[in-house]
């Protein structure tokens, strides 16, 4: 099972993402940031509160994103 094992804040709606795979990738969430849960973190005060659970990103409004879609979306570095 894919996790995501460091998370940090690059610029704007970016995150470097380091996976369980060995992989590191750059995330721009900024276009997937729609809807009640997820428009909310366009808010970049609301988007830079985010932490580690036990597998994933989650944010303080409670939005998450499963690590494959992040890992799929992700432009390796």
Same mark, same amino acid.
């Given at each position: 099972?894919? @996790?995501?094992?460091?998370? %940090?804040? +690059?610029? %704007?709606?970016?995150?470097?993402?380091? !996976? #369980?795979? =060995? #992989?590191?990738?750059?995330?721009?969430?900024?276009?997937?940031?729609?809807?009640?849960? !997820? =428009?909310?973190?366009?808010? @970049?005060? @609301? !988007?830079?509160?985010?932490?580690? *659970?036990? #597998? *994933? +990103?989650?944010?303080?409004? =409670?939005?998450?994103?499963?690590?494959? !879609?992040?890992?799929? +979306?992700?432009?390796?570095?």
């Amino acid at each position: 099972m894919l @996790k995501i094992v460091d998370v %940090d804040y +690059i610029k %704007d709606y970016e995150l470097l993402i380091a !996976f #369980s795979d =060995g #992989s590191k990738k750059r995330v721009d969430l900024k276009p997937y940031l729609k809807g009640e849960v !997820f =428009g909310d973190l366009l808010d @970049k005060d @609301k !988007f830079i509160q985010y932490g580690l *659970t036990n #597998s *994933t +990103i989650e944010w303080a409004n =409670g939005a998450d994103l499963a690590p494959e !879609f992040l890992h799929e +979306i992700g432009i390796a570095c």
